[in-house]
């Protein structure tokens, strides 16, 4: 069966340092994978989604930038963050050329 | 781009009774339409899902109805119980995004 994974699981950073957030899921080949961001007690913000490895398309225009560097893997990452940064961060697995998206666990990232 | 709207924000009932949640959507395009139920903490958990091409679904007390002419579909929960309490989300994609509502949280009374 698949698994969704996402580390690290909670993250305090400070202002103006970098990210990256890793998902990987196992048990399936060429998925289509998602970035969402969950702001406390909102919807669903879809930043990024990805079809295959060095494919990115960008939904917002923001500090924030992805990469697919193995068919399985998924990096949210930022040079420089902001308090507006802060959130819940979800990765999300489909099947390719299908409609449902299964949720990683998340990462809950505070900026302070 | 596609547009999902999500009534109500929050809902109360008392154990038993039924919860209806609707969206609307902008994109007569998008032909896939899934619901998630969110418990605090957790991860969106999908709960149930239609297809364009089908009017209702049905999962024991889940049901999802879905009118295209109007772009809207409905979230139909019966015989509530407190473990349904959390928040729901519904969604429309066409192509390989997907839009959200904002959610509504469905308090259950016992």
């Known amino acids: 069966s698949q698994t969704i994974h996402q580390w690290p699981a909670t993250l305090v950073q400070p202002v103006g340092s970098p990210l990256s957030l890793e998902c990987t899921v196992e048990?399936?080949?060429?998925?289509?994978l998602y970035w969402y961001r969950q702001a406390a007690g909102r919807g669903l913000q879809l930043l990024f989604y990805?079809?295959?490895?060095?494919?990115i398309s960008s939904e917002v225009p923001q500090n924030l930038s992805a990469s697919r560097p193995q068919d399985r893997q998924f990096i949210l990452s930022s040079k420089k963050l902001l308090l507006s940064d802060s959130g819940f961060y979800l990765c999300?697995?489909?099947?390719?050329?299908?409609?449902?998206?299964?949720f990683g666990p998340g990462t809950r990232l505070t900026v302070t | 781009g596609e547009n999902v709207e999500q009534h109500p924000s929050t809902l109360s009932v008392q154990e038993g009774d039924s919860a209806v949640i609707k969206c609307t959507y902008s994109?007569?395009?998008?032909?896939?339409f899934p619901w998630y139920k969110q418990e605090l903490g957790k991860r969106p958990q999908l709960i149930i899902d239609?297809?364009?091409?089908?009017g209702e679904k049905k999962d024991q007390r889940i049901a999802v109805t879905l009118n295209k002419t109007a772009k809207h579909f409905s979230l139909h929960i019966t015989e509530t119980q407190p473990e349904d309490s959390a928040v729901y989300f519904c969604a429309a994609k066409g192509g390989n995004d997907m839009r959200f509502g904002a959610g509504t949280r469905l308090t259950v009374k016992p």
């Open positions: 994109d007569s395009a998008s032909n896939y």
């Open positions: 048990g399936t080949s060429n998925p289509n």
């Open positions: 999300a697995w489909g099947t390719s050329g299908g409609s449902r998206q299964y």
């Open positions: 990805s079809v295959g490895i060095g494919q």
């Open positions: 239609i297809r364009s091409n089908v």
